[in-house]
């Protein structure tokens, strides 16, 4: 892993160039900015203005109920073009890497903005209140889809309980490192770790509310049943079943997803998934933080509670502070080893646009068994 700028040569670059518009575009993104009391206050006057305003009580139902549909309709607009493939996780998140070493648990955000940016264009997509991360050409793999197409429906109705779990009879129960990613989406996640990823004991499991998401990572030429299965699955239905027993996973991904849950449901997921883990497994989170640039984008009429969005496309969107995060995780029986916030300015050359980008890093860990 590179090692990271000293702060004294990057904060500058965010103060000055705030001032200085002729060397501001000049350059792309700047990771780590130091944001002044100004730009806090009116963060949060907008903040404030854009939730003065919420969504009648039917309207936050009808939401709620065709959650599954709204996020069925954003992947048979978008397919697999809207995000981009991750490959920044492997130097965020080195648990995800071949020689994944857990002692590199630390403070290794200073690295994801080199990971994320693209030409001189690039700011990811922000399109209907999608704010993508994911710009960097080479990390485009061009996902082509095959045919006969896989029906992920009939998966999602495959009987799990037919499944003997304790038995190992599930899919990758010979593996000897479990990962899953929730909330897959394409498989913008999945696919980086198959390709990066030639552990032979390596199995990858991942799972979307959506039914076309997870028919876009099946359909992909990339996914590959012996090391990789999807799976529809809802979180919020607790009575919905894991294809993988309790205390059988290494990691458990989040990147994006928590925050398009309903706030009041979140702590019941992350205790589920908390249990899904291995004594010393992790839960690894990437997701929106407080006063991001999508939430202070929102309008007023579409706050359907504090720091809770509707986009205009009917998927949501919560914003969520380190003490937020640290809450649900350890509630859960999880122990930090990291939860940082990350500031970051991205300028568009192209339309000479600065934007500020908050977004915050989590790992917990579930506690080693204790010795007999």
């Known amino acids: 892993m590179a090692a990271p700028r000293e702060a004294p040569e990057r904060r500058p670059f965010g ?23 100004e730009q806090e206050a009116s963060a949060r006057s907008k903040v404030q203005e854009n939730s003065s305003q919420l969504l009648p009580q039917d309207k936050q139902e009808e939401y709620e109920v065709n959650a599954k549909r709204y996020w069925d309709d954003f992947y048979k607009i978008h397919e697999n073009g809207f995000f981009k493939d991750r490959h920044w996780l492997f130097t965020e ?55 006969p197409k896989i029906c992920a429906k009939d998966l999602a109705a495959q009987k799990y309980s037919e499944l003997n779990l304790s038995d190992g009879d599930y ?42 998401a997870v028919d876009l ?53 992350v205790n589920r998934l908390s249990r899904l883990l291995k004594p010393g ?4 989170l990437r997701d929106y933080g407080r006063y991001d640039l999508a ?37 859960a029986g999880l122990e930090k080893i990291q939860n940082l916030v990350d500031r970051r300015l991205q300028v568009n050359r192209g339309k000479q646009m600065t934007m500020y980008r908050v977004w915050i890093q989590c790992k917990y860990r579930k506690p080693a068994a204790p010795p007999l």
């Open 281 to 284: 497994g992790m839960i690894l």
């Open 171 to 212: 899919p990758g129960s010979s593996a000897s490192y479990r990962i899953l990613e929730v909330g897959c989406g394409a498989g913008n996640t999945v696919f980086p770790i198959l390709q990066t990823n030639n552990d032979p004991g390596l199995f990858v499991y991942c799972c979307d509310f959506s039914t076309t």
């Open 93 to 147: 998140f080195p648990e995800l890497a071949p020689n994944r070493n857990p002692s590199q648990n630390g403070d290794s955000v200073h690295e994801f903005g080199n990971k994320e940016e693209s030409n001189n264009e690039g700011l990811g997509s922000c399109e209907n209140g999608h704010c993508s991360l994911e710009t960097r050409e080479e990390n485009q793999l061009n996902l082509i889809k095959i045919t």
């Open 295 to 331: 939430q202070l984008r929102f309008k007023k009429g579409q706050c359907l509670s504090d720091n809770f969005y509707v986009r205009g496309d009917g998927t949501r969107v919560y914003f969520f502070t380190q003490d937020e995060l640290d809450d649900l995780f350890t509630t």
């Open 15 to 37: 103060r000055r160039f705030l001032t200085d518009p002729a060397r501001l575009f000049q350059h792309n993104a700047w990771d780590n900015v130091e944001w002044s009391e």
């Open 217 to 269: 990572v099946q359909n992909n030429a990339e996914y590959d049943s012996s090391r990789c299965f999807a799976f529809v699955h809802d979180l919020c239905n607790d009575q919905s079943p894991f294809p993988m027993p309790d205390k059988s996973l290494d990691v458990v991904i989040l990147i994006f997803v928590l925050s398009a849950i309903l706030p009041e449901k979140m702590q019941c997921i």
